[in-house]
């Protein structure tokens, strides 16, 4: 706002809005410092709901037609731990995703279970930080709902999700897996799902089987793969290097909108 314009806002804003009321509405109209104020508080509303609702807001969706014939897989994609490489030798029978911290009911959902809550499929592009994309469609979990399930107690901020693969094979044994966190915002966007199936099939190993997050406003690297767990934290400080996923403790940015 330029030095005069405030100026007169100030003015306007400091002046009776009752008195200027009962001067009727046709001077109303007519004194530019009134104008001015509505105008303003327009801007102002704008503005400020702009700061809230663009976390809100869909991430594009594709037609069936424009799905990536290859789509691309990264990091992981075809995880060596032994938990691992037993429950895919199992077909998955035995898995279950385990939701507890900071929840009322902890749960443990087979893939069944997790099949029969309310779903959300969508065709998204996928954007990779180092700068490639591909388009695919997802059909899991909304997240919300299944919070809701387990019901968040008033203290949780966080979502940590925990993976099943080592990333870093340098790492100490026992550290140097993947994990993620994102915040309620996010966990409560309609997008935000636990994916089972892609392009219409079973979700495959390479792209994270048999669960992975899609979180449609974010970059690659804050969809886990091979989720294991749903942790419902007030910080995540105590993971891994404390800057809340795999990535984020080797410089990149906790949140990666896009
Ligand atoms: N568990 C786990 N999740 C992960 C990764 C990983 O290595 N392990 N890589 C991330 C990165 S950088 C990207 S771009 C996407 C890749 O998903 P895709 O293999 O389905 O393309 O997964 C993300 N989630
Ligand atoms: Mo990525």
């Not at 009962?22 to 509505?38: E, I, K, M, Y």
């Not at 087979?110 to 309310?118: F, N, T, V």
């Not at 994309?133 to 709902?145: C, E, H, M, Q």
Request: proline share 7%; net charge positive; charged share 25%.
């Amino acid at each position: 706002m330029s030095g005069p314009d405030r100026r007169g806002w100030l003015k306007a804003a400091g002046a009776s809005l009752a008195g200027l009321w009962l001067a009727g509405c046709d001077r109303l109209n007519a004194s530019p410092g009134f104008t001015r104020l509505l105008s303003t508080g327009e801007d102002l509303t704008r503005r400020a709901q702009r700061l809230v609702t663009d976390r809100k807001a869909l991430a594009r969706e594709f037609a069936p037609t424009d799905i990536s014939p290859d789509f691309k897989a990264n990091g992981s994609t075809d995880p060596r731990d032994p938990e691992y490489l037993a429950l895919k030798a199992a077909g998955f029978e035995g898995y279950r995703l385990v939701v507890d911290g900071l929840v009322e009911r902890p749960l443990s959902l087979s893939l069944a279970e997790l099949r029969a809550l309310p779903a959300r499929s969508q065709i998204t592009r996928h954007d990779c930080v180092e700068g490639w994309s591909s388009i695919g469609k997802w059909t899991g979990a909304r997240l919300g709902p299944l919070l809701d399930r387990a019901g968040l107690k008033p203290q949780a901020r966080y979502l940590v999700f925990h993976c099943a693969d080592t990333l870093d094979p340098s790492a100490p044994p026992g550290e140097g897996r993947y994990y993620e966190s994102i915040d309620l915002i996010d966990a409560y966007h309609p997008q935000t799902i636990l994916a089972y199936a892609m392009n219409d099939a079973p979700l495959p190993v390479k792209h994270g089987a048999p669960l992975r997050l899609r979180v449609e406003r974010q970059l690659g690297y804050k969809h886990a793969k091979y989720v294991m767990r749903v942790e419902a934290v007030d910080d995540f400080a105590r993971f891994g290097d404390g800057k809340g996923g795999f990535w984020e403790d080797r410089g990149y940015q906790w949140y990666a909108g896009i």
